[in-house]
């Protein structure tokens, strides 16, 4: 059977971002001057307070634009760096469970701080899966001040751990992993 596509270009056509997400950004750039305001502590607890009415609300886009502009204060003030409009929008995007293309040196590793410290609330775990070990050690030891400083816990699963190590690390609310753990421990049923 032979199949012939006449518009590849539709295939492979851009779509169109939601006005949505433009309005979700606004509201998480508008809430910078009130958590400005906050100090360190008050981050952390203002973020506690949303981790545990994170089930009972039924506000989510609410739940979001908190936690997206809390994890935002706190890198820029922990790293020096605050996720720019494109970065947050590409944060939504991935916290919808869609795909973010970005190019070498837009941020990636940036943006997976604010869909990963949103889904953490859930208490169900998160794991960022990179292509090498190096990048998941980088990333994990880099990002981790953010992570802590909102009272999240973070782990690094390496080749080397032994099966009691990976269970502690995939315990915590974050975990950086490499695809191929994620799949010779999901085989192994861990």
């Given at each position: 059977?032979i199949?012939?596509?006449?518009?590849l270009?539709?295939?492979?056509?851009?779509p169109k971002?939601?006005p949505?997400?433009?309005?979700?950004?606004?509201?998480?750039?508008?809430?910078?001057s009130?958590?400005?305001?906050?100090?360190?502590?008050?981050?952390?607890?203002?973020?506690?307070?949303?981790?545990?009415?994170?089930?009972?609300s039924t506000?989510?886009?609410?739940?979001?634009i908190?936690?997206?502009?809390?994890?935002?204060?706190?890198a820029?003030?922990?790293?020096?760096l605050?996720h720019?409009?494109?970065?947050?929008?590409?944060?939504?995007?991935?916290?919808?469970?869609?795909?973010a293309?970005?190019?070498?040196?837009?941020?990636k590793t940036?943006?997976?701080?604010?869909?990963?410290?949103y889904q953490?609330l859930?208490?169900?775990?998160?794991?960022?899966v990179?292509?090498?070990?190096?990048?998941?050690?980088?990333?994990?030891?880099?990002?981790?001040v953010?992570?802590?400083?909102?009272?999240?816990?973070?782990?690094?699963?390496?080749?080397?751990?032994e099966?009691i190590?990976?269970?502690?690390n995939?315990?915590?609310?974050i975990t950086y992993?490499?695809n191929t753990e994620?799949?010779?421990d999901?085989?192994?049923?861990?």
């Open positions: 059977m199949l012939k596509i006449d518009n270009g539709a295939f492979f056509r851009q971002i939601s949505a997400y433009y309005d979700l950004v606004d509201q998480i750039l508008s809430c910078e009130k958590y400005q305001l906050l100090s360190d502590s008050e981050i952390k607890d203002q973020f506690n307070s949303l981790r545990k009415r994170y089930n009972v506000l989510e886009s609410q739940n979001i908190e936690s997206f502009a809390l994890t935002r204060e706190i820029s003030r922990k790293l020096g605050k720019f409009e494109t970065q947050i929008l590409g944060g939504l995007v991935l916290n919808d469970g869609k795909i293309e970005m190019k070498t040196g837009e941020g940036l943006v997976a701080t604010l869909p990963a410290c953490a859930s208490s169900r775990g998160v794991h960022i990179t292509v090498n070990e190096y990048l998941a050690k980088r990333d994990k030891e880099l990002l981790q953010i992570y802590q400083s909102l009272g999240l816990s973070v782990g690094l699963i390496r080749e080397s751990m099966t190590e990976r269970q502690y995939y315990a915590c609310d992993t490499t994620v799949g010779f999901y085989l192994r049923d861990l």
